[in-house]
């Protein structure tokens, strides 16, 4: 196993990982909410990173083209790739001592070297359990869908093997998951890393605007780069309100853009 090691200064996190369609969004989701922590999906900030980034050598479906194998070991250097600017884009939210909720198929094993133990978990899906979060998806189409299930396999069996040789918990996933099952595992591999919450008020509604922030210029740069419009309520691309009101526990969710903007703080 080779560690990847950014910063032995890094800000305080829990991390939950693993192969796409998982049902990790939804969960972490759940998670911010019961416990009042910051939520921090790596796949919001995917525009941003590329922004931030030297230009990739090819394009997904190039990389598909090549193999599953090959196109695994793309998302991962990929991945290592941006595990600085995640890193910092964490640290800026300045959040501690409450450690911020990232989640993400990017979060591997191995990168996890300075997180402590209790700090991180990760899901593991049959590719049957990715082909059905996938299918709705809106690259879905036929003759890339296989090539990204084989591909989602592959990134399942190297976050195993790393999980293995890193003593880190994993989750399986089956094709029809008993989802509070599941969410009872993920909580109990990282209780003892949830070690504080965000004050109600002031506090959580920050955290939760700079959420919304966050998802708002996703949206845009994925209208410009898909060529699409956003559409005030529409839920074409999946970017998601968070609720400012500061109340503890809060679950509105409303699609971005369906209500008013946010009054800034």
Known sequence: MVEFVVDISWPAMIWLGGAPGAGKSTIAWLLSRHFDLPLHPVD????????????????????????????????????????????????????????????????????AASLPVGNAVFLLPVPDRTRAARAFRPDARPDRLERLIA????????????????????VDVPEDPDWPAIYHAVYSALEPGIVGKLA??????????????????????????TQRDVIPGSTTAPYWWACECGASGCTDRSPLGALPPRTPR
């Open 200 to 225: 109600p008020g002031r506090e959580l509604a920050e955290q939760r605007a700079f959420e919304n922030d966050v998802a708002a210029r996703q949206g845009r740069l994925w209208a410009e780069a």
């Open 44 to 111: 919001m900030w995917t525009y941003d990173h590329q922004e931030r980034l030297p230009a990739a050598s090819a394009t997904l479906d190039e990389e598909l083209a090549r193999g599953p194998e090959h196109a695994a070991s793309a998302f991962v250097a990929a991945a290592h790739a941006r595990l600085p600017l995640v890193i910092a884009d964490v640290r800026a939210r300045a959040a501690e001592p409450v450690p911020v909720l990232v989640e993400g198929p990017q979060l591997m094993p191995s990168m």
């Open 151 to 170: 591909r989602d396999a592959v990134i399942a069996d190297l976050v195993r093997g790393e999980a293995a040789a890193a003593g880190r918990p994993v």
